[in-house]
C-alpha cells in the first residue's frame, strides 16, 4: 500500500511489528525516506494512489466500519496488484482473474479463504477479514506523484539539529515567532493609541493572536515527539482553525477599507454584498479545514462514504483561499490610496502615496516576494523531487509559516497607508477650503475699501 510523501500525520492502526505504512528499512526506500497516507479517500483514495497505477487492474478491498480495527486486519483500505506469485503483507494473495484469497499462516501458508471479486464495488462479509467491501478496480485517476513502500514512523520525523537545513528550519522559526510578537505588541500599541476603537482595529489584534496561535501550533507540530494521534490531530486542527480565522479577519479589514473609503456613501451596502461574498469565498475555499479532515478520518458508518467523498473533494480546494488572501490583501488597500488621491487631487497619484511613505514600493516589492516564495515552496513540496524526504519535508513548516509572518507585517503596514492617504487628502482639503476663504475674505476687504475710498 504506497503513500505519500508530504501526508505522513496521522497512521489509523499502529500495528506491532512489521505493516504497510511503518518501517525503518532504509535502504529498501532510497532514495526517499518516509511517507503516510494521512486520510483513506475520495472513495477508492485515487489522490493516495502513484499516477503509475492508472490504467491497471487491482484487487481492493475496504473496510465499511473505518472504527472498527478487526475489520480487514486493521487497514482502511488496501490495494493489491493481480500477480499468482506474490504473497502481500505474508497473509493476502490476488491472482490475475481477480480471486482473492486470505491464508492465515505466515508466509501465505494454511487454508486460505477465497473469493472472485466483482467489477462494482459490492459488500462482502469474509470469515477472515470481517465486514468488508470489494472490488476489481481499475485505476483511472489515481494523482499521488510521490510513492513507495517503505517508511519511518511519524514520531521519528523531526528535527535532530544534526544538519545544516534543520539549523536553518529553527532560524526561521525563530525569526517567525519575533515577527508575530511584535506585530501584537505593534497593533495593541496602536488600539491603545486611537480615540475610539474601531472595528478594523479590533479584528487586527484577533488576527495577530490567532496568527501568533498559528505560528507557535506549526512549530511545535514541527518539532513534535509524540505517539498520540489525538494531541496530534488537536495540533493540526488548532492550526487550520487560527490561521483560517485569521486570514478571514485580515481580509474582511480589507474589503471593510474598500466599502468605507470608495464606496463611502453606499458603504453600509457594500459592507454588507462585501461580508456575504467573502464569507462565501472563504467557505468554498477553506471550508473543508473546519472538521473535514476529522470528518474523513472517523469514516463509515458514522459518516457515509459520500460525506467523506465530499469533504475529501472539497479539501483540495484550500490552496486557492491561500492564492485569494495573497492576491486580495496585497493589491486592494494599494489600489484603494491610489485611487482615492487620483480622484480628489487629479494628479500623478503613485507619486503622491510614495510622499506619503517613501517605503511602500519595499512593501510591495515585500509582498510579491512572499507570495512568490510561498508558491514556489508548494510547487517544490507537490509537484517535484527537490525534497527527498520527509525530513526535509518536515522542515518547510518555518519556511511557510514565515511567509505568512511577513505578509501579515507587510499587509498591516499597507493599512496605514490607506489612514495616512485619508488623513492626507483631509488636510489637502482643509488647507485649499481655508485658501479659498481667506482669498474670498481678501476681495471682500477690498471691495469695501474701494466703496470707503469713492
Not at 330 to 346: F, G, N, R
Request: net charge neutral; hydrophobic share 40%; proline share 4%.
Amino acid at each position: 500500500m504506497e503513500v505519500s510523501i508530504g501526508d505522513y500525520g496521522n497512521v489509523y492502526v499502529p500495528f506491532p511489528g512489521t505493516n504497510c505504512i511503518e518501517s525503518i528499512s532504509y535502504p529498501a526506500s532510497k532514495p526517499y525516506w518516509s511517507g503516510y497516507s494521512i486520510f483513506y479517500s475520495s472513495g477508492y483514495g485515487l489522490d493516495t494512489i502513484p499516477k503509475a497505477a492508472n490504467g491497471f487492474q487491482y484487487c481492493y478491498l475496504i473496510s465499511n466500519n473505518f472504527n472498527d480495527p478487526s475489520l480487514l486486519q486493521g487497514y482502511k483500505a488496501s490495494y493489491y496488484r493481480p500477480n499468482n506469485n506474490i504473497c502481500y503483507d505474508s497473509h493476502y494473495m490476488c491472482n490475475s482473474e481477480g480471486v482473492f484469497s486470505f491464508f492465515p499462516g505466515e508466509g501465505c501458508t494454511g487454508v486460505n479463504e477465497s473469493f472472485t471479486l466483482p467489477l462494482e464495488l459490492t459488500q462482502y462479509s469474509s470469515a477472515n477479514l470481517g465486514n468488508i467491501s470489494i472490488q476489481l478496480f481499475t485505476v483511472s485517476k489515481a494523482t499521488l506523484f510521490f510513492s513507495w513502500i517503505t517508511v519511518i514512523p511519524e514520531e521519528d520525523i523531526v528535527p535532530t539539529f544534526d544538519n545544516v537545513g534543520d539549523w536553518f528550519a529553527l532560524l526561521f522559526a525563530i525569526i517567525t515567532l519575533i515577527i508575530g510578537i511584535y506585530m501584537c505588541y505593534y497593533t495593541y500599541r496602536s488600539v491603545k493609541r486611537a480615540r475610539k476603537i474601531l472595528f478594523t482595529q479590533i479584528s487586527i489584534i484577533i488576527a495577530q493572536v490567532l496568527y501568533m496561535i498559528f505560528y507557535i501550533g506549526s512549530i511545535v507540530f514541527w518539532a513534535l515527539v509524540a505517539n498520540n494521534q489525538s494531541v496530534i490531530g488537536a495540533i493540526s486542527q488548532t492550526n487550520s482553525v487560527a490561521f483560517g480565522v485569521a486570514t478571514f479577519l485580515m481580509s474582511l479589514v480589507t474589503s471593510y477599507l474598500v466599502s468605507e473609503i470608495l464606496f463611502h456613501e453606499y458603504r453600509f451596502t457594500v459592507r454588507i454584498i462585501n461580508i456575504i461574498l467573502l464569507i462565501g469565498i472563504h467557505i468554498g475555499f477553506y471550508g473543508s479545514s473546519y472538521g473535514g479532515i476529522y470528518i474523513a478520518n472517523v469514516g463509515p458508518p458514522t459518516y457515509s462514504m459520500a460525506t467523506v467523498r465530499f469533504v475529501l473533494s472539497w479539501y483540495k480546494y484550500l490552496v486557492y483561499w491561500t492564492f485569494f488572501v495573497f492576491t486580495f490583501n496585497s493589491t486592494v488597500p494599494i489600489l484603494v490610496a491610489v485611487k482615492l488621491i487620483s480622484l480628489q487631487t487629479q494628479k500623478k497619484a503613485h507619486k503622491e502615496v510614495l510622499v506619503l511613505d517613501p517605503y511602500l514600493k519595499y512593501y510591495i516589492l515585500g509582498q510579491f516576494l512572499t507570495f512568490a516564495f510561498n508558491g514556489i515552496m508548494f510547487c517544490i513540496k507537490t509537484y517535484t523531487y527537490l525534497l527527498g524526504s520527509d525530513f526535509m519535508y518536515n522542515n518547510t513548516t518555518p519556511y511557510s509559516i514565515f511567509t505568512w509572518a511577513v505578509h501579515s507585517y507587510l499587509t498591516t503596514k499597507i493599512y496605514e497607508i490607506i489612514s495616512n492617504a485619508a488623513n492626507y487628502l483631509h488636510n489637502r482639503s482643509y488647507i485649499q477650503t481655508s485658501q479659498m476663504t481667506g482669498t474670498h475674505s481678501v476681495a471682500h476687504g477690498n471691495e469695501n475699501a474701494n466703496e470707503n475710498d469713492s
